[in-house]
């Protein structure tokens, strides 16, 4: 079910009608835990007994960890989960891959090698779940976190309808108390997170969504269109990929609102970073940081040799690569940013040029982001800097102006947050019955989130 579906215009407003309608905490979970159940079998019911069959092991595991004393015993638990979180991801999402380039290397030596592959389809979401169900089982072992009391309570927190199938990426110590104690309808929330919804539906809508066909045009065209089409459609993807992702975040955050519940921030105007580092701190922050806290730092973080930390920052953005797909163009990807974020650290640049070195070096990574092989990406890249076609384009430059608006929408809404509720009330709603009218009239065709794919 998509969040800019008629289905889901009909699905929220009944959820909402009867989680307010409850008085007890119970029934306020048993809600949300039905309504995220219906929300994702909606896609395949199948899916729906994968995902709660993973969360009820989880669950266990998670209170086997916290009751044991024996260090040993509270790894071998620990280990279990892992192995049957990042098992399971790997089986439906990377087995093939492997195998594939398992065979590849067995024929450079010159071995006749056929493995066996599957005919899996991916489960939405499944990355986005796996990561939060692991943080749980690490969060407890390390003691930073209490397991949840119950079945009920815990699939509430994972199955959370909201940010179920595309994140944020959330942590057991953010969402778990939250539904362990009753919520109360807060107005003020509530509209808040209809602003955000609003704006998210925006974003998807009149931006990602017109910008996907111009984007589309230019990649699966690239051999024979000029340089300028080629960076116009590369700026469009960039953008239309901001504002999916972002879109969807911001519509998951302000529905949660309208339940009571806080999910944590994505997105943070990364466009105006000036540094790498700063970028990614600021882009997809719960995966990042979710690579961070389980993966960059037990490897040793910053704090081992020069050349340590170096290879650390690599596993972590080949990682966040691999993450997203299995295919070697997402791993060039984050290779691509890892050296970009190790080479640039130290260097000495006026703001502006460290700006523009930043987003210049952002909007070329995501060449190998979308083109479908390394060699590929290569070939665009090459041809979009041999200035073949000199001024001449046929893709629509509409994508630039999208990007001159929310640029500079977003540049005015980041020094001065509060700037809608500060207008008059006929002025505010004013302004929502045309955002609205906007993408119903203007908006691209359907198309779903990039995000459901990874």
């Given at each position: 079910?998509?969040f800019?579906s008629?289905?889901?215009?009909?699905f929220?407003?009944?959820?909402f009608?009867?989680?307010?309608?409850?008085?007890?905490?119970?029934?306020?979970?048993?809600?949300t835990?039905?309504?995220s159940f219906?929300f994702?079998?909606w896609?395949?019911w199948?899916?729906?007994?994968?995902?709660v069959?993973?969360?009820?092991?989880n669950?266990y595991?998670?209170?086997?960890?916290n009751?044991r004393?024996s260090?040993?015993?509270?790894?071998?638990?620990l280990?279990?989960?892992?192995?049957?979180?990042?098992?399971?991801l790997?089986?439906?999402k990377?087995?093939?891959?492997f195998v594939?380039n398992?065979?590849a290397?067995?024929?450079?030596f010159?071995?006749s090698?056929?493995?066996?592959?599957?005919?899996?389809?991916?489960?939405?979401?499944?990355?986005f779940?796996?990561?939060q169900?692991?943080?749980?089982v690490?969060?407890?072992?390390?003691r930073?976190?209490?397991p949840?009391?119950?079945?009920w309570h815990?699939?509430?927190?994972?199955?959370f309808?909201?940010?179920l199938?595309?994140?944020?990426?959330?942590?057991?110590?953010?969402l778990?108390p939250?539904f362990?104690v009753?919520?109360?309808?807060?107005?003020?929330?509530?509209?808040s997170?209809?602003r955000?919804?609003?704006?998210g539906?925006m974003?998807?809508?009149?931006?990602?969504?017109?910008?996907?066909?111009?984007?589309?045009?230019?990649?699966?065209?690239y051999?024979?269109?000029?340089s300028?089409?080629?960076?116009?459609?590369?700026?469009?993807f960039?953008?239309?990929v901001?504002?999916?992702f972002s879109g969807?975040?911001d519509?998951?955050i302000?529905?949660?609102?309208?339940?009571?519940?806080?999910?944590?921030?994505?997105?943070?105007f990364?466009?105006?970073?000036t540094?790498?580092?700063?970028?990614?701190?600021?882009?997809?922050m719960?995966?990042?940081?979710?690579?961070?806290?389980?993966?960059?730092?037990?490897?040793?973080?910053?704090?081992?040799s020069?050349?340590?930390?170096?290879?650390?920052?690599?596993v972590?953005?080949?990682l966040?690569g691999?993450?997203h797909g299995?295919n070697w163009?997402?791993?060039?990807?984050?290779?691509?940013?890892?050296?970009?974020?190790i080479?640039?650290?130290?260097?000495?640049?006026?703001?502006a040029l460290?700006?523009f070195?930043?987003?210049?070096?952002?909007?070329?990574?995501?060449?190998?982001?979308?083109n479908?092989?390394?060699?590929?990406g290569?070939?665009?890249?090459?041809?979009m800097?041999?200035?073949?076609?000199?001024?001449?384009?046929?893709?629509?430059?509409m994508?630039?102006?999208?990007?001159?608006?929310?640029?500079?929408?977003?540049?005015?809404?980041r020094?001065?947050?509060?700037?809608?509720?500060e207008?008059?009330?006929w002025?505010?709603?004013?302004?929502?019955i045309?955002a609205?009218?906007?993408?119903i009239?203007?908006?691209?065709d359907?198309?779903?989130?990039?995000y459901?794919?990874?």
């Amino acid at each position: 079910m998509l969040f800019n579906s008629l289905a889901f215009l009909f699905f929220l407003p009944i959820v909402f009608a009867l989680y307010w309608s409850v008085r007890s905490l119970r029934w306020q979970n048993g809600i949300t835990m039905l309504a995220s159940f219906f929300f994702y079998g909606w896609w395949d019911w199948r899916f729906l007994i994968l995902m709660v069959g993973t969360c009820i092991a989880n669950y266990y595991i998670g209170h086997a960890i916290n009751k044991r004393e024996s260090r040993h015993s509270r790894k071998a638990w620990l280990l279990s989960a892992i192995l049957l979180n990042i098992g399971l991801l790997a089986l439906f999402k990377y087995f093939n891959f492997f195998v594939d380039n398992l065979t590849a290397l067995f024929s450079l030596f010159h071995f006749s090698a056929d493995f066996p592959t599957l005919r899996l389809i991916l489960p939405i979401g499944i990355s986005f779940y796996t990561f939060q169900l692991t943080a749980y089982v690490v969060d407890i072992y390390r003691r930073q976190l209490l397991p949840a009391r119950s079945l009920w309570h815990f699939l509430s927190f994972i199955c959370f309808f909201p940010q179920l199938v595309a994140g944020p990426i959330e942590r057991g110590a953010n969402l778990l108390p939250q539904f362990a104690v009753k919520r109360t309808f807060d107005y003020a929330t509530a509209v808040s997170g209809m602003r955000l919804i609003l704006w998210g539906l925006m974003k998807k809508m009149l931006i990602a969504d017109n910008c996907a066909p111009v984007a589309d045009f230019a990649f699966d065209n690239y051999s024979t269109l000029s340089s300028l089409d080629l960076l116009t459609g590369l700026l469009a993807f960039t953008v239309q990929v901001y504002c999916d992702f972002s879109g969807y975040s911001d519509m998951a955050i302000g529905t949660a609102r309208l339940f009571g519940i806080r999910l944590s921030q994505n997105f943070n105007f990364p466009f105006f970073a000036t540094t790498i580092r700063e970028f990614w701190r600021r882009w997809h922050m719960t995966l990042m940081s979710w690579l961070r806290d389980y993966v960059y730092f037990p490897l040793g973080g910053s704090r081992c040799s020069t050349v340590r930390h170096y290879f650390n920052v690599f596993v972590l953005y080949m990682l966040s690569g691999l993450w997203h797909g299995p295919n070697w163009s997402f791993v060039a990807w984050g290779t691509w940013n890892g050296f970009f974020n190790i080479t640039t650290k130290h260097l000495k640049m006026p703001k502006a040029l460290s700006w523009f070195v930043t987003i210049a070096v952002f909007v070329l990574s995501q060449i190998f982001f979308r083109n479908p092989t390394v060699q590929d990406g290569l070939r665009f890249f090459t041809r979009m800097f041999s200035l073949q076609g000199g001024w001449h384009t046929i893709v629509s430059r509409m994508p630039l102006l999208y990007i001159f608006v929310l640029f500079s929408l977003e540049w005015f809404y980041r020094k001065r947050p509060n700037c809608i509720t500060e207008l008059p009330v006929w002025a505010r709603y004013a302004i929502y019955i045309i955002a609205f009218l906007a993408c119903i009239y203007y908006g691209g065709d359907q198309i779903q989130f990039i995000y459901f794919q990874f």
